[in-house]
């Protein structure tokens, strides 16, 4: 089941490609939901996140929906997705202080010098609970407000749930804060940025 999860995230990320990306074409008051994703040439794809894009390194099934799709257009991916990791970067932690792991995701971000920036957190965060909504729904948006400053694009994309062939209260639990955690951060993208729903 693992190595079937990057081929569907990059199966449902092509399908509906064509719903939610940018176009610089689009006037500033178009909501981001409405808006279309769009590959300039030249563009530097950025996957920053955890095990969702960590665990596709080796395959490059989003690099190769994106490319597929267009095929005229020279651009460069970087993945810097990290196991375990949260929008605060905790997992990146094998640094002492200073830099801080915080730190040292944002520098990842900004030497990677993205123009598009794709966001999967939030399946690490759900294990807090509802309690650790509103952390991170803070640290979410200091994310997207540093992206912005370096003049990238970010489509963030929702936790996916977990997959089981025998229902248990565990999974259901778990799915229904999954839940919670994609609502949020389907309301922080819609009034700034695109959201993909896995």
């Given at each position: 089941?693992?190595?079937?999860?990057?081929?569907?995230?990059?199966?449902?990320?092509?399908?509906?490609?064509?719903?939610?990306?940018?176009?610089?074409?689009?006037?500033?008051?178009?909501?981001?939901?409405?808006?279309?994703?769009?590959?300039?040439?030249?563009?530097?794809?950025?996957?920053?996140?955890?095990?969702?894009?960590?665990?596709?390194?080796?395959?490059g099934y989003?690099?190769?929906?994106?490319?597929?799709?267009?095929?005229?257009?020279?651009?460069?991916?970087?993945?810097?997705?990290?196991?375990?990791d949260?929008?605060?970067?905790?997992a990146?932690?094998?640094?002492?202080?200073?830099?801080?792991?915080?730190?040292?995701?944002?520098?990842?971000?900004?030497?990677?010098?993205?123009?598009?920036?794709?966001?999967?957190?939030?399946?690490?965060?759900?294990?807090?609970?509802?309690?650790?909504?509103?952390?991170?729904?803070?640290?979410?948006?200091?994310?997207?407000?540093?992206?912005?400053?370096?003049?990238?694009?970010?489509?963030?994309?929702?936790?996916?749930?977990?997959?089981?062939?025998?229902?248990?209260?565990?999974?259901?639990?778990r799915?229904?804060?999954?839940?919670?955690?994609?609502?949020?951060?389907?309301?922080?993208?819609?009034?700034?940025?695109?959201?993909?729903?896995?």
């Open positions: 089941m693992k190595k079937s999860v990057p081929i569907l995230v990059s199966l449902l990320l092509l399908g509906r490609i064509g719903l939610f990306a940018q176009s610089a074409d689009r006037a500033k008051s178009t909501p981001p939901s409405a808006e279309k994703l769009f590959l300039n040439d030249g563009e530097r794809v950025l996957f920053v996140g955890n095990s969702l894009f960590e665990n596709d390194l080796p395959n989003r690099e190769l929906a994106l490319t597929t799709r267009w095929p005229d257009r020279n651009v460069t991916f970087r993945n810097i997705g990290w196991t375990g949260n929008v605060l970067g905790e990146r932690s094998y640094f002492t202080n200073p830099p801080t792991p915080y730190e040292l995701l944002l520098k990842q971000i900004s030497d990677a010098k993205p123009t598009l920036v794709f966001v999967a957190y939030g399946g690490i965060e759900a294990y807090a609970g509802e309690e650790g909504i509103p952390n991170f729904t803070k640290g979410l948006n200091a994310l997207i407000d540093t992206i912005f400053c370096l003049g990238a694009k970010t489509v963030l994309l929702s936790p996916i749930p977990l997959f089981s062939t025998t229902a248990t209260e565990s999974t259901k639990g799915n229904e804060m999954l839940a919670q955690y994609a609502t949020t951060i389907s309301q922080i993208a819609a009034s700034r940025v695109p959201f993909l729903s896995i």
